[in-house]
Structures are given as structure tokens and as C-alpha cells.
């Protein structure tokens, strides 16, 4: 079975663009969630989406947002990039209920000059 | 949300050491889950314990539900062991500071 793959590895954007990170789920998992990791502020959840809905929120600013395809795939855009938006993004899948053991694929490092 | 306090931040042993690592919990937990951070970013699995013990070679974990804490058990240690140690809980992960742990020959 394949793991989570994310897309882009790597990405380089400037202060004021914007970017789009995608993120497909192991087969049969329906929940996708992103994942912020930075050396100052360490992991951090941004949000969650289940049936196409986001189903949790962490505290981040409406610069970022994202959304979930009818096959489960997950996309999250960030708008208006600044300095400190770059981290290693993460994202995981899991099953279906509110509890469930998360697979983490290999991350996006998005560096914003 | 949940507080995670993962001890101790750091820990550098001589290679065939045994070692333990802790997460302490503000609140209930139900989905805890331990991972290794690989050199270039990725977090693997390491065990989903919300509750006992389950062991994976030379890995053990048992997690005490009822006190909110759970131990990460590392026997043997190798130099492939380094690296960063996290514990996560919560319907929206909340997760630890990370142990770093540097096995040396």
C-alpha cells in the first residue's frame, strides 16, 4: 500500500506571493491533516478535513486555508507569503473517526526569501 | 488545547545503552502515538499506544492512560536510533517538544 506522498518537496517563493502544497492520503483514509513544523515553534496543527470538510482548526491566520477533494486528496494554500511561513509542512492521513492513528508523509520545505 | 512535556530534551548515550523517554499529558488521552523524525524531516511510526504496552524489538512503549503519561523504552541502542523522538495525543495532534537523542559508537 502506498504511503502519503506530498508535492512539492521542495519549493522556494518570495515575501507577498503565494503557494499551493498537495497532499494524497493512503488509500481508504479520508482524513487529511496539516502540520506546521518550525524550529521555534515546533509541530503545530492547522487544520483538518474530512468528506471535503474542514472538521478542525488550529490557530493560524486566514492566509492559510485548505481544502479536500472528493478522492481525499488535501490542498493547502498559503497567501501573501512572510518570512516566518517557512517550515517544513506536514501532512498526515487517517481513517475516519474522531481518533485515529495518523501516517505523516514526507513534508513540503517551503523557504520564503 | 493539551499540554505534551516530553523529557528529557536531550540525551546522548553510548551505543548499546538502554534509555526511556516520557511525555506527560494536561489531559485525557486517546490517540497517542510515538514517531521518530528521520534526518530529512519525515515522521515515522513508531507506536499508536492510547493505552498498555506494545513492543517492536528493541522498541517498547507503554502508555498509562489513567495518569496521562506514557514511556517510550529504547534497548540496545545503535547509532540508527538518533535522531528526534516525538509523542502526540488528541484529536487534533498536540505534540511534545521532542526528545533529541544522539547514539554514539
Known amino acids: 500500500k502506498a504511503g502519503v506522498t506530498q508535492t512539492p518537496r521542495y519549493l522556494i517563493k518570495t515575501r507577498g506571493q503565494q503557494v499551493t502544497l498537495s497532499c494524497s492520503p493512503i488509500s481508504g483514509h479520508r482524513s487529511v491533516s496539516w502540520y506546521q513544523q518550525t524550529p521555534g515553534q515546533g509541530l503545530q496543527f492547522l487544520f483538518e478535513y474530512f468528506s471535503e470538510t474542514q472538521r478542525n482548526k488550529g490557530n493560524f491566520p486566514g492566509r492559510f486555508s485548505g481544502r479536500q477533494f472528493s478522492n481525499s486528496r488535501s490542498e493547502m494554500n498559503v497567501s501573501t507569503l512572510e518570512l516566518g511561513d517557512s517550515a517544513l509542512y506536514l501532512c498526515?492521513?487517517?481513517?475516519?473517526?474522531?481518533?485515529?492513528?495518523?501516517?505523516f508523509g514526507p513534508g513540503t520545505r517551503l523557504t520564503v526569501l | 488545547g493539551i499540554q505534551v512535556e516530553q523529557s528529557p530534551p536531550d540525551l546522548i548515550l553510548q551505543e548499546g545503552a538502554n534509555s526511556t523517554l516520557r511525555c506527560n499529558f494536561s489531559d485525557s488521552v486517546n490517540n497517542l502515538q510515538w514517531f521518530h523524525q528521520n534526518p530529512w524531516g519525515q515522521l515515522i511510526n513508531l507506536f499508536y499506544?492510547?493505552?498498555g504496552t506494545k513492543q517492536n524489538g528493541r522498541l517498547s512503549a507503554t502508555t498509562v492512560a489513567t495518569e496521562r503519561y506514557s514511556l517510550l523504552y529504547i534497548s540496545s541502542s545503535q547509532t540508527t536510533d538518533s535522531g528526534v523522538y516525538f509523542c502526540a495525543s488528541g484529536n487534533q495532534f498536540y505534540f511534545g517538544t521532542g526528545t533529541s537523542l544522539t547514539v554514539i559508537p
Open positions: 498526515a492521513s487517517g481513517r475516519s473517526g474522531q481518533y485515529n492513528e495518523q501516517f
Open positions: 499506544i492510547p493505552s
